[in-house]
């Protein structure tokens, strides 16, 4: 079983998620009110991972996550917090999820049963390959359960909505607060555009075909739906396509 440490310095929350976790597949192991007891638990608890609020007295939940990354079998690192303003440097010290308070139990067991499906492999994967640029494996993004990362692999495509970017993917819907040309030029080897406000995942392409109504569309794997393609941007869809 899944063993769960909760840090928060506020005892009824640290209830409710304890409340949240009774009766799940995850076992509670312990409990802190602050980031010095939270370090000191975690060295005498080795749990699979911490529940780790931000705002505490003494050491606060970023500096106390960056530490208990260094340690040699690191726990993983869910935040749950009432703030949204700390998700960049929550996932620079590598955070696996980013909870916001009032935090839903369907929202706190779905970011536990997503970080327990990571296999060793994946967290050395993590470990060594920074979030940013080219080789970015993770998109950070909004959700109504806060702030959460989502896998490049798992994107289907990007579409741009008034001053936003949905990003639809296998887990669902979430928004974006990056451009559209940001997340192109950034996401370069795994983006390709097909419309003035939609870039695809280029690596789900399955064909290009003609719809109903004469236009083109392209299909992708683990979507219903076809996607239109506007017709500037046809020879490019047809150029990639070539090029498999």
């Known amino acids: ?60 939940g970023i500096k106390v996550a960056e530490l208990i990354k260094a340690y040699p079998q690191p726990p993983a690192v869910i935040f749950v917090t009432a703030y949204d303003e700390y998700a960049l440097k929550a996932f620079a010290v590598k955070a696996e999820n980013y ?34 640029a080219d080789d970015q494996l993770y998109l950070v993004c909004r959700s109504a359960a806060g702030v959460k990362r989502v896998a490049v692999n798992d994107i289907l495509y990007l579409q741009a909505e008034h001053k936003y970017v949905t990003v639809i993917h296998l887990g669902g819907e979430s928004l974006s607060d990056q451009s559209l040309k940001e997340l192109e030029r950034d996401m370069q080897n795994s983006m390709l555009r097909i419309h003035r406000n939609t870039l695809i995942n280029r690596h789900r392409l399955d064909q290009l075909r003609r719809s109903t109504d004469g236009q083109y569309e392209v299909c992708l794997r683990g979507l219903q739906q076809g996607l239109p393609v506007s017709r500037r941007m046809v020879s490019e869809v047809k150029k990639f396509i070539s090029s498999l």
């Open 99 to 132: 909870l916001l308070k009032p935090v839903r139990e369907h929202d706190l067991l779905a970011a536990l049963a997503e970080v327990t499906r990571l296999n060793k492999a994946q967290l050395n994967h993590l470990e060594t390959n920074p979030v940013e």
């Open 1 to 60: 079983m899944i063993r769960v440490l909760v840090v928060d310095d506020e005892p009824l929350a640290r209830t409710r998620i304890k409340r949240m976790l009774a009766g799940s597949d995850y076992q509670l192991c312990g409990e802190a009110a602050d980031g010095d007891g939270a370090l000191t638990a975690v060295q005498r608890l080795s749990p699979d991972v911490v529940l780790l609020d931000i705002r505490m007295p003494g050491t606060d």
